[in-house]
């Protein structure tokens, strides 16, 4: 018995290490992302869905109407844009002609003045050609800012040519688009909502701490073995792998060694204004995530589900047939023992 201890029992604890072994999976809580009266409940509690499966709506008239507001609003800023267009070539053709009539204007002041020097004409005359002349100038002014408004109106810009006014109009009718599509909620993964308790005539909300509903997803469901620190240095990802689990009493489940977490929740430092007090250690268990080579024992694989797990490592292979029929007597008292 002392040979037995020494030489097999004592170095199958890390030759084929064994702990419980438990499934987990996401819960995911369902916010929508807009708020308002659930006008209808579109699945039933426990009931296997796909990604984007409908699972409730709500009343999308609030919603309905801002998209049709926003388009009105396009269609207005558009043709805003092109009204701005008519008036910068408006602008453009008045500016033309205010310099045309600033530059005869200037050309007659010359004529006149030269006359004036030579005394054909009274001084006067040239008096009147210097207030023509002043108001061409001036409506050369004010055509030359006509023209800067009209084109401030059209140079704010967008990258793509846009301008901004329609870029804003046009991105405020896709948020409106948005939210009333939002008003339709959808399943995020494959899986099945339980604890239904959402009904017609409620009102949600889009806040993290009021939850619709709880999806439990199915789309990645693993078997998480707890084993304890000392053997983890001879545990390998692709290592083989046994499971006895609660849903399946008499047989094993095959799988593989995908990963080990390589943290636990005593090494989180937590955020406080408090320095760390000192606490009672003790060794806990790290999670080694493990791959179903079956894809038929997924059936036994519901989230929640327990048992026990023995891997075989590549150190003291002479030990793995006495952990071997250990699992094959742990599967077996499983039709008797409800507890691991």
Do not use: C
């Not at 809580?29 to 699972?55: C, E, H, M, R, Y």
């Not at 939210?179 to 959808?186: F, H, I, K, P, S």
């Not at 995530?289 to 891997?311: L, Q, Y």
């Amino acid at each position: 018995m002392v040979l037995l201890l020494i030489f097999l029992f004592i170095p199958m604890q890390w030759g084929a290490p064994s702990g419980p072994v438990r499934v987990l999976t996401r819960v995911v809580q369902i916010v929508p992302n807009v708020a308002g009266q659930v006008i209808s409940v579109d699945i039933t509690p426990n009931t296997p869905l796909k990604k984007g499966d409908v699972l409730f709506r709500i009343d999308p008239l609030p919603f309905q109407q801002a998209v049709d507001l926003a388009e009105a609003n396009v269609v207005r800023t558009r043709a805003l844009a092109e009204k701005d267009t008519e008036a910068l070539n408006t602008a453009q053709a008045n500016l033309s002609q205010a310099v045309a009539r600033e530059t005869l204007a200037q050309s007659r002041y010359d004529d006149d003045k030269k006359l004036v020097e030579s005394e054909v004409y009274a001084e006067n005359r040239l008096e009147r050609r210097q207030s023509d002349l002043d108001q061409a100038a001036a409506g050369v002014r004010s055509a030359r800012a006509s023209v800067r408004d009209a084109q401030t109106e059209l140079g704010a810009l967008m990258p793509d040519g846009r301008p901004a006014k329609v870029a804003e109009a046009e991105t405020k009718l896709a948020q409106a688009q948005w939210n009333l599509d939002q008003a339709t909620v959808r399943a995020p993964s494959d899986g099945y909502v339980t604890n239904l308790a959402l009904t017609v005539g409620q009102r949600v909300v889009s806040l993290p701490f009021a939850p619709a509903m709880a999806f439990v997803d199915t789309s990645e469901v693993k078997p998480v073995a707890q084993i304890q620190q000392i053997y983890l240095r001879h545990i390998s990802p692709g290592q083989s792998v046994e499971i006895a689990m609660k849903t399946r009493p008499g047989k094993l489940i095959f799988g593989t060694v995908e990963s080990i977490v390589p943290s636990a929740s005593t090494g989180q430092a937590i955020v406080s204004g408090s320095i760390a007090s000192a606490v009672q250690i003790s060794p806990e268990p790290f999670l080694v995530r493990i791959n179903i080579t079956n894809p038929e024992d997924d059936a036994f694989m519901a989230p929640g589900t327990v048992g026990s797990v023995a891997i075989y490592t590549e150190s003291v292979g002479a030990t793995h047939v006495i952990r071997k029929v250990m699992m094959r007597m742990t599967a077996i008292l499983n039709y008797l023992n409800p507890m691991l």
